[in-house]
């Protein structure tokens, strides 16, 4: 598949097999593409925890009201920003955005189901995973992605393709 058709058929999944982890290779291999997203003056402000452990899972699915499926799943990364390291104030979110659909992408492309849980703006959900992970100051969390491998077969997407959204040079 090309990296054209990866990302017009990329989807959410929330249906996961039990109990089948990913590799430590595969995971590193998802990092790696998510530290390659861009990011304002190549700041990289991203910092990433991955999570693995049952108990931490139990913990996540009990503040994050949409994450009940990591259970299943088995693993999730928690994306955060670093506000040492961002160019301009609030340029983490855009970056660790960027971080983050680049790890959607690279799970879809290893045959890999995923989800993007939002944390950021919602300020309960960031209270929590700050004590959560015990988070400093200084780092903030943007998103859980959870990632395993997809329960079903993903249907077709429609075609999302909306001229009425498209302007040109000007509104």
């Known amino acids: 598949m090309s990296s054209y058709d990866d990302l017009l058929t990329r989807r959410s999944v929330r249906s996961f097999v039990p109990g089948k982890k ?3 290779e595969d995971m590193k291999k998802l990092l790696r ?10 700041c990289q402000p991203w910092e990433f925890i991955v999570v ?5 899972i139990r913990e996540i699915s009990g503040v994050h009201p949409y994450a ?3 259970k299943d799943a088995g693993q999730a990364v ?3 920003g670093n506000l040492e390291e961002q160019y301009d104030k609030d340029y ?3 970056d660790c955005a960027a971080a983050a659909e680049n790890l959607l992408l690279a799970c879809h492309s290893l045959g890999l189901g995923a989800c993007w ?7 309960e959900r960031i209270e929590a995973f700050t004590r959560l992970f015990d988070l400093p100051a200084h780092i903030k969390p943007l998103a859980l992605v959870v ?3 997809p329960r079903l077969e993903a249907r077709q997407p429609s075609d999302r393709f909306n001229e009425t959204k498209v302007h040109y040079n000007k509104y």
């Open 22 to 24: 990913i590799s430590s």
């Open 68 to 70: 009940s499926f990591l």
């Open 117 to 123: 849980c939002g944390i950021y703006p919602n300020q």
């Open 147 to 149: 990632i395993g491998y």
């Open 78 to 80: 928690v994306v955060c």
């Open 33 to 42: 593409a998510a530290m390659y997203a861009p990011s304002a003056r190549n």
């Open 52 to 56: 693995d452990n049952d108990d931490v």
């Open 92 to 94: 983490w979110t855009v």
